[in-house]
């Protein structure tokens, strides 16, 4: 369960990283900021330091996650809290999303919070066990 509760947690970092350069990197490309629910290139421009920003906020999670997927063991004293705290945050992110923006984004908060809460379950129950 605990290396299962790793991989989980190393895709959510992977995940954040993909999500990071959407919103940082590759945010003008109207492929993109339409994903986002963005109709407009001159709305795109509008939003870009807001969504560059976030985009750093997804980037920093995915460095906690796969930090403490990656070094859960090698380093025991806080790899695995760091793990912990990003999916956790992460769960807390998809729950705010789910909340505040209702059905339309049911499928990107599913996306965004059941893996790192599967992740954290998993490691819960491995401690337990």
Partial sequence: MLLAARIIAGMV???????????????????????????????AEIMKNVFLNQGFYNLFLAFGALYGAIFFQTHPAYAPAI?????????????VLLFSAGKRML????I??????????????????
């Avoid at 970092?13 to 963005?38: C, D, N, T, Y």
């Avoid at 499928?107 to 599913?110: G, H």
């Avoid at 965004?112 to 066990?129: C, R, S």
């Fill in 83 to 95: 793990m912990i705290f990003a999916c956790a945050s992460v769960v807390g992110a998809g729950t």
């Fill in 107 to 110: 499928r990107p908060a599913i």
């Fill in 112 to 129: 965004q919070g059941l893996p790192p809460a599967i992740a954290l379950g998993l490691l819960a129950a491995a401690m337990m066990g």
């Fill in 13 to 43: 970092g992977l995940l954040h990283v993909q999500i990071f350069l959407m919103e940082s990197v590759l945010w003008m490309r109207p492929a993109v900021f339409k994903r986002f629910g963005v109709p407009s290139q001159e709305q």
